[in-house]
C-alpha cells in the first residue's frame, strides 16, 4: 500500500493550458514552478483540498469489463501454471471436495472439476483434483 495526497483545486483553461504544454515539453522545472505558485495562491485564499488516499498500487490488473483482478491469481506465463496451493498454502484436514468454490463442466465424456477463485480456461492446465489438499481461501460447502 502507497499513501499518495490528492489535491484538488480549479484551474482557468489558460492555466491549464500552460500546465499542460509544460508537461508535454516534459519541463518539469516549469511544471513544478508553475504548480508550486498555484499552491501558494490557493492556500491564501483557503480554497486548497488536501487529502491523502491509500492506494494500493500494482496488486491488480483490469480485465476487459474493468473488473479488478488480482495479480496473484493470474496464470503465470510461458505456460506453467501455479496452484491455488502455491499462492494461498494449505488448509489442514480439508480438501477440494468440501469447498464451496468447488464448480465443474460436464464434457462430451468427463467432468472437469473447476475453481471459481482461479483462472478460467477450456485447458487441463486449470482442472483440479477433488482430493487435493485444499488451499488457504477454503470455505466450507453448504450440505
Given amino acids: 500500500m502507497k499513501t499518495v495526497i490528492k489535491i484538488e483545486w480549479s484551474l482557468s483553461m489558460r492555466e491549464a493550458d500552460k500546465l ?3 508537461l508535454e515539453a516534459a519541463n518539469m522545472e516549469a511544471l513544478a514552478a508553475n504548480i508550486a505558485k498555484r499552491l ?5 485564499r483557503g480554497t486548497l483540498k488536501v487529502e491523502a488516499v491509500k492506494v494500493d ?10 473488473n479488478e483482478i488480482p495479480l496473484s491469481r493470474l496464470p503465470k506465463r510461458g505456460g506453467i501454471f501455479k496452484t ?6 494449505y488448509t489442514c484436514g480439508k480438501r ?7 464448480t465443474y463442466h ?3 465424456r468427463k467432468i472437469y472439476y473447476k475453481c ?3 483462472f478460467m480456461s477450456h485447458s487441463a492446465a486449470t482442472d483440479i483434483r477433488l482430493k487435493n489438499p ?6 466450507e460447502a453448504e450440505k
Fill in 134 to 139: 485444499a488451499c488457504g481461501e477454503f470455505e
Fill in 116 to 118: 471459481d477463485l482461479w
Fill in 57 to 66: 498500487t500494482g496488486s491488480y490488473q483490469l480485465d476487459m469489463f474493468g
Fill in 106 to 108: 460436464k464434457g462430451a
Fill in 96 to 102: 477440494c471436495k468440501e469447498c464451496k468454490h468447488l
Fill in 40 to 44: 501558494k495562491s490557493e492556500l491564501k
Fill in 20 to 22: 499542460q504544454k509544460d
Fill in 84 to 89: 491455488m496451493q502455491q499462492i494461498y498454502g
